[in-house]
């Protein structure tokens, strides 16, 4: 079907004259800015900018945090010694323990009830055996 034609109980219409996308497109009413302000965290979190590599710096240490976060600021709170939570925005992204300098994802306290995590590969094997198709391990 092209763009400008449809299709009723009675059969297809006739398009109309020289329809397209084009014609239709009408500029936005507000103006967005060309990058979003960056989120305002809470007085009392660290807020450190992430950097080109995804790391950003704690305490003499570099930390890998994401290089989807690159150029964004996250903040992290203290939330037991030596225990922090960092975010971005409002979101809980990851707890780091200043022990070992070790980042943990907090990916499963995000979830909705109810919502299991799983391998993407075990995800491909169910979708591929509900379309019927097989599989036999080589070996």
Not at 15 to 27: C, H, L, Q, V
Not at 28 to 40: G, H, M, Q, V
Not at 102 to 117: Q, Y
Not at 119 to 139: R, W
Request: charged fraction near 20%; charge should be neutral; aromatic fraction near 8%.
């Amino acid at each position: 079907m092209r763009f400008g034609s449809s299709t009723t109980p009675s059969g297809p219409t006739k398009p109309s004259a020289k329809i397209t996308p084009a014609s239709r497109y009408r500029p936005a009413s507000r103006a967005y800015p060309s990058k979003l302000p960056s989120p305002e965290h809470p007085r009392h979190y660290l807020v450190k900018r992430v950097t080109d590599a995804g790391t950003c710096r704690f305490q003499h240490h570099l930390l890998y945090v994401a290089n989807a976060l690159v150029d964004e600021y996250i903040g992290l709170e203290e939330t037991d010694d030596g225990v922090w939570t960092i975010y971005f925005n409002n979101v809980l992204i990851a707890t780091l323990d200043e022990r070992d300098y070790t980042i943990r994802a907090e990916l499963l306290a995000g979830l909705n009830p109810g919502v299991k995590l799983v391998p993407a590969h075990t995800m491909l094997l169910g979708l591929a055996q509900e379309h019927g198709c097989t599989y036999e391990q080589i070996g």
